[in-house]
């Protein structure tokens, strides 16, 4: 009689795919009509006359179950003939029944991958996992080590356990939900779990994220299946040194001090219990008089006050207490957590030459080939005028700028003393134009309605409110880094003081930093022109810019950063992330 497939099989057909692997032919005898039924058409009439043995192509359950339990989520793919609805129900079914499966919008990319290798496993070898299978599950189940949640990817290793899956459609669904899992897991490592702009509009951070095509390509043909999905993760030093941090304070490696308690401010020569704890927070000694805040201690409580942006006058008050008690206990690996997502949402490519401005450090500088090559104080946007996070590139150096004054510094900080007396802008050196044109500031009535209609700049000079030069890159938030006339801020050790603009202590040396590459300027040529007219500079090679905010840092020593969160933006990620 005639030899009829079908979409179900039972366990011979599994015994014989255990037998022979993945697309194997095996002999079989082929009966009249069957290769034609196979490829769609009717099948012959039945003959009585023997047909001889023949090699016809087996219907392989598992690619059969492979390709339903795909097609649940993708509909008939491109390239491969859909399977019935029994079938692609039975898959279903199948992944229903695993509760933790996790349904990922790369569908398209996993059918596409599966339908190019003609269904065969890439986890599956013969019925079993393959070793490359048991690394992948093996490093997803320690996702913790690189700041991520090991539940969100446990749907892929499950089925890489001691149980095994029975059927060809349990072995279809752990297939998928371990390809699935790779593909979360590089997502989330690059890409992060959180989108920037949905915490704050403040931000331009653009994460790229990796073709799902190629993460499947990739992991299923590496090597070493650990090191291909460790290359997800953010390739900067700055990365690296907080999960190694993590890593230390997971283990236990580091004792953890204890908080110092609030009270009234500690002076040199006081005598006072917390002197205890402190002592163990800046991991001195303690001797016989134990609770005595003697010379060695000041020398110390000063060192840290200045590395923690703090004034260093060794009066350990109410900021110097609260910078003590940051980063003990949990509150470090939360504060880890939070700034290890916010790598991910960096360019993996810094630029060879780039200038990074550090919010809530305060600082700015300028790198190139790995290397710091100047660093200098930076006053940033109060917490009413945040600085935004962005990436873009300096294309523009202006030395005597103007500056063309905000609407909103007009209304909310000029406006009352415009209308008191106009002359408050021409004693300050300013112009004010209408359609491009120059107006005497005495021939408006200035309310907040003309306010918003006539244009106010700054002449170039001094007490210009940019200074001497400015540097500028494309964005948005119409901000830049410029010089300032107003030094004095330079001195506080909490410099969030601006509109949003960073102002920068050194602009000459800054500028001479930024001008290595380029052939015709440098600070010095630069600085002969402060005093003339406005000039333009375009850099022939534009520098790669980041305006950054992070808040827990290790630097180069291993030693742990926690700063104060300026502009509060912590607790949204912590939640966002579920810390």
Not at 181 to 190: E, I, N, R
Not at 228 to 247: T, V, W
Not at 446 to 475: C, E, H, M
């Amino acid at each position: 009689m005639t030899f009829r497939p079908t979409a179900r099989f039972g366990a011979t057909a599994l015994a014989l795919l255990l037998a022979f692997g993945a697309g194997r032919a095996v002999a079989m005898p082929a009966a009249p009509g069957a290769a034609a039924e196979m490829a769609g058409a009717p099948a012959m009439v039945e003959s009585d006359t023997p047909s001889p043995t023949a090699t016809v192509p087996t219907v392989d359950p598992l690619a059969v179950a492979l390709r339903a339990a795909i097609e649940v989520h993708t509909g008939p793919l491109a390239g491969s003939a859909p399977v019935d609805k029994g079938e692609r129900d039975e898959a279903a079914a199948a992944l229903a029944a695993d509760k933790d499966a996790k349904v990922d919008p790369a569908w398209a990319a996993i059918g596409q991958f599966y339908v190019e290798r003609d269904f065969e496993p890439v986890w599956y070898a013969g019925g079993v996992a393959t070793p490359a299978a048991k690394a992948v599950a093996a490093r997803l189940s320690h996702a913790g080590e690189d700041g991520l949640d090991p539940a969100a990817y446990r749907a892929g290793t499950t089925g890489f356990g001691t149980r095994g899956p029975e059927t060809p459609a349990r072995v279809a669904a752990a297939e998928l939900a371990m390809a699935q899992a790779v593909l979360a897991f590089a997502h989330d490592a690059q890409t992060g779990r959180v989108v920037p702009s949905s915490l704050s509009s403040l931000t331009a951070d653009k994460p790229s994220a990796p073709d799902p095509s190629s993460v499947l390509r990739v992991v299923s043909s590496a090597a070493d299946a650990d090191a291909a999905l460790e290359s997800y993760n953010p390739p900067q030093e700055g990365f690296r040194r907080l999960k190694a941090k993590l890593a230390e304070i997971r283990a236990g490696r580091k004792a953890v001090a204890k908080p110092v308690a609030d009270g009234d401010a500690l002076k040199p020569g006081m005598h006072d219990p917390r002197i205890v704890a402190i002592r163990e927070r800046l991991a001195l000694p303690s001797d016989a008089d134990a609770d005595l805040y003697d010379d060695d201690l000041v020398e110390a409580v000063k060192t840290f006050q200045a590395d923690h942006r703090l004034k260093p006058n060794g009066i350990i008050g109410a900021s110097t207490v609260r910078a003590m008690n940051r980063g003990l206990g949990d509150e470090a690996v939360t504060g880890i957590l939070i700034n290890m997502e916010r790598w991910r949402w960096m360019p993996r490519d810094l630029g060879a030459a780039h200038v990074w401005v550090d919010i809530p450090g305060y600082s700015v500088a300028v790198v190139r080939d790995g290397n710091t090559v100047l660093t200098t104080r930076v006053v940033v946007g109060r917490a009413t005028n945040q600085t935004p996070t962005l990436s873009s590139r300096i294309v523009n150096i202006v030395v005597n700028p103007y500056w063309n004054v905000p609407v909103s510094i007009v209304r909310k900080e000029m406006l009352a003393s415009i209308r008191s007396n106009p002359s408050y802008l021409t004693r300050r050196n300013y112009e004010v134009l209408v359609n491009g044109k120059r107006v005497d500031p005495h021939s408006i009535v200035w309310s907040d309605k003309t306010a918003r209609q006539v244009s106010i700049r700054q002449k170039p000079g001094q007490g210009n409110a940019l200074g001497n030069i400015k540097f500028l890159f494309p964005n948005d938030f119409s901000v830049y880094l410029h010089d300032t006339s107003a030094k004095a801020l330079f001195s506080n050790e909490l410099r969030a003081d601006s509109h949003g603009c960073v102002r920068v202590q050194n602009p000459i040396a800054f500028a001479d930093a930024l001008l290595a590459d380029e052939p015709h300027w440098n600070g010095s040529r630069l600085e002969k022109l402060v005093g003339g007219s406005e000039r333009w500079v375009r850099l022939t090679k534009p520098v790669d810019v980041h305006l950054t905010y992070f808040t827990t840092v290790v630097d180069a020593d291993g030693n742990l950063d926690m700063r104060a969160d300026i502009y509060g933006r912590d607790d949204a990620l912590k939640a966002a992330l579920g810390l």
